[in-house]
């Protein structure tokens, strides 16, 4: 493997993001079979990792996707996911969105609020057409993580209320242009206990339940994702008392369970590599200095997040030492004390579990160009995303120069 990463860094250069598709494949196998004897469809969430060779890796297992905006669901469609498995969630949807949504024939639209039901039942209107919905119900109980990522609080911006779900749902049914055949909760990202899984399944189960009174026949009950992963000591979620937890919750029903997970699909098949520049001390503090940064991963920056940090191949006496970026704010750092040994110019390091929320985030602060993407599998490597130029970069400046200039 330490060789095979300098090879990877001859070959590529850095900063580059290396994922693990042999790892994604177990994942998804191992979480598919844990729901075995229910009808299930994992939906990846798009998200946290939109490359397209990532999406067309768990497509070609029979993934569906899970997409917040039209770029995500053509990239879903791009990368060959069949449109009855595509769900459109997120809590602002623009009408044009809405419309191409509709118009590629996708599974369902994820209902956030009251208003989006009706923009979403005009724009089907206007085409002539019932779109497929769900809605998502705000369960109110705490997920136990970070308050970022924490989304199934009364607080939080998503979701409704049960009692607003029921009245939508009622409307729904009674409304020629939409045809409400889902159910969906997602309380947050990075969950390390079940509890609030299952407490929320079994409140949006006995809504289901009372539907069915109504005669509001939801056949797709969406348990969102969240599936949390090891990035240092956490404890994570038994997949089987997970599966467990929810057959019981929807026990009498005849759903299909919706799963869309991001995090635990890719997060721990990923790695980010960066090289040393140098190492500075600023009155008694060390400082690694490396030539990835929070425009390339920035969960560190953002949630304080934390991410093993490795130095390949380089023993010695270890000390304490933030590793920082180039980008010119104190926030830019990829971890803080982390235990390294002297380091020089050159010397490769590797940011563990960075395959999630990691590329998708970056940006091109203090115009850097994004790194490039590498897939491994069956100890191959292939490039999957090729690293930015500055002629990239200015692509969209350059074309409107002369306008301007001009003016
Ligand atoms: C972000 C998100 C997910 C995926 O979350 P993970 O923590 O990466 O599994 C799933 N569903 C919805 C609606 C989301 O917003």
């Known amino acids: 493997m330490k060789d095979s990463i300098k090879e ?8 580059l993001y290396v994922y693990d598709f042999d790892l994604i494949e177990k994942r998804y196998n191992e979480l598919k079979s844990s729901f075995e004897g229910m009808k299930s469809l994992i939906s990846f969430a798009v998200k946290s990792n939109s490359n397209l060779s990532v999406i067309r890796h768990l497509g070609n297992m029979d993934a569906g996707a899970d997409c917040v905006s039209i770029g995500e669901i053509k990239r879903a469609l791009k990368a060959g996911i069949k449109p009855y498995r595509i769900i459109f969630s997120g809590v602002g949807k623009r009408d044009d969105e809405i419309k191409e949504a509709l118009l590629s024939n996708i599974f ?12 979403v039942e005009m724009i089907a209107k206007e085409l002539d057409i019932e779109a497929r919905i769900s809605i998502r119900v705000n369960p109110n109980v705490d997920p136990k993580t970070h308050p970022y990522i924490s989304t199934g609080l009364q607080e939080n911006k998503f979701g409704v209320s049960i009692d607003s779900a029921k009245w939508m749902y009622i409307y729904a049914k009674k409304s020629a242009h939409l045809n409400p055949i889902g159910i969906h909760f997602h309380i947050g990202s990075q969950l390390t206990q079940l509890s609030p899984i299952i407490e929320a399944s079994n409140i949006v189960a006995d ?19 969240g599936l949390g992963v090891v990035y240092n000591d956490e404890s994570t979620i038994s997949l089987k008392e997970y599966a467990e937890g929810i057959k019981e919750a929807i026990k009498g029903l005849d759903v299909t369970v919706v799963c869309e997970p991001g995090r635990y699909l ?15 001390v600023n009155e008694g503090k060390r400082f690694v200095v490396v030539d990835g940064a ?23 006496e ?22 390294l040994p002297a380091l020089s110019h050159d010397d490769i390091i590797i940011i563990h579990t960075a395959g999630a929320y990691g590329f998708t985030m970056a940006s091109n602060y203090n115009t850097r160009n994004r790194s490039a993407e590498v897939a491994l599998s069956a100890g191959k490597d292939y490039l999957i995303r090729q690293r930015e130029s500055f002629d990239d970069v200015i692509r969209l400046e350059e074309s409107c120069d002369s306008s301007w200039q001009r003016r």
């Open 8 to 15: 990877l860094v001859k070959k590529y250069d850095t900063p």
């Open 207 to 225: 809504l289901v339940r009372s539907l069915r009174a109504l005669d509001i026949d939801i056949r797709f009950f969406d348990v969102g994702g």
């Open 108 to 119: 369902m639209i994820n209902l956030e609020s009251i208003a989006e039901m009706k923009r």
């Open 294 to 316: 929070m425009n390339d991963l920035i969960r560190p920056s953002l949630y304080t997040a934390y991410h093993e940090i490795e130095a390949i191949g380089i023993d010695g």
């Open 266 to 280: 890719v997060a721990n098949a990923g790695i980010f590599i960066t090289k040393v520049l140098y190492e500075k």
């Open 318 to 339: 270890e000390s304490l030492a933030d590793v920082v970026g180039p980008i010119c704010e104190s926030g830019d750092f990829l971890g803080k004390d982390v235990s």
